[in-house]
């Protein structure tokens, strides 16, 4: 079972363009909700993160839109440009349960092209 | 800088044999992760430890076991490598929640190739 459902898979744009890269969950439980970043030959780091009782969240060209009774956030980027070009991951997790692992979505492979 | 350091970039191993994948992190953190990454998979969780001789199963642990003897250190174990184990392996940490940190920090993996 997937918990979390990211999508697309891949994603070309040009730059100055504003990818957009969709997740959605199922388990209410959830509190927390980070992106990573993760470039070829690097382990994933995280990006930026968000909690459920806000909206909308910025960080330099990253925003995050947070959709609760949908169930959705997603990941905006602002005026892209080539180094932005990575593999992204949104996740989920219930701090509030105690430890509980990350779940990842499967990844969105963004290239941005001159 | 919270720094999670793997033993090998890079491994090549035959199948059949057995593997150790090291992973060490050096900011005291209480959890630590094994995953691995495969194209259109995503990071799937084969096992974490929250704290010294403890482990739990992740979602995919068949064919892996671990080891956390310290506190540091937390070793992913193939105990008869195949094929099918060939991919990316990360190890993460991570403190617990409440205290900054707590979102896991990852290494830089280990692509394993099984011959």
């Known amino acids: 079972q997937q918990q979390v459902k990211q999508s697309p898979q891949s994603l070309i744009v040009q730059k100055g363009g504003i990818p957009i890269i969709n997740c959605a969950y199922e388990?209410?439980?959830?509190?927390?909700f980070p992106w990573y970043q993760q470039f070829p030959g690097k382990g994933p780091a995280l990006l930026i993160a968000i909690r459920p009782d806000v909206s909308e969240k910025k960080e330099g060209r990253f925003t995050i839109s947070f959709n609760k009774s949908a169930k959705q956030f997603s990941l905006h980027i602002m005026d892209s440009q080539p180094g932005d070009s990575a593999t992204y991951f949104c996740?989920?997790?219930?701090?509030?349960?105690?430890?509980?692992?990350?779940?990842f979505g499967k990844g969105t492979r963004l290239s941005v092209i001159a | 800088d919270v720094k999670v350091t793997q033993s090998s970039r890079y491994l090549v191993k035959r199948t059949g044999e057995k593997v150790f994948l090291e992973c060490v992190q050096d900011m005291d953190h209480e959890n630590m992760f094994w995953y691995r990454q495969d194209p259109g998979l995503g990071l799937r969780l084969i096992y974490f430890?929250?704290?010294?001789?403890?482990?739990e199963k992740g979602d995919i642990p068949e064919g892996y076991s671990v080891s956390r003897e310290k506190k540091e250190r937390f070793s992913l174990i193939l105990e008869s490598a195949s094929t099918n184990q060939t991919s990316m392996y990360l190890c993460?940490?991570?403190?617990?929640?409440?205290?900054?940190?707590?979102?896991?920090?990852f290494g830089p993996g280990t692509r394993l190739t099984v011959l």
């Open positions: 996740a989920a997790t219930a701090i509030h349960s105690g430890n509980t692992p990350l779940v």
């Open positions: 993460a940490s991570s403190t617990i929640p409440g205290l900054a940190g707590h979102i896991p920090f």
């Open positions: 388990n209410t439980a959830f509190d927390y």
């Open positions: 430890s929250y704290d010294v001789k403890m482990k």
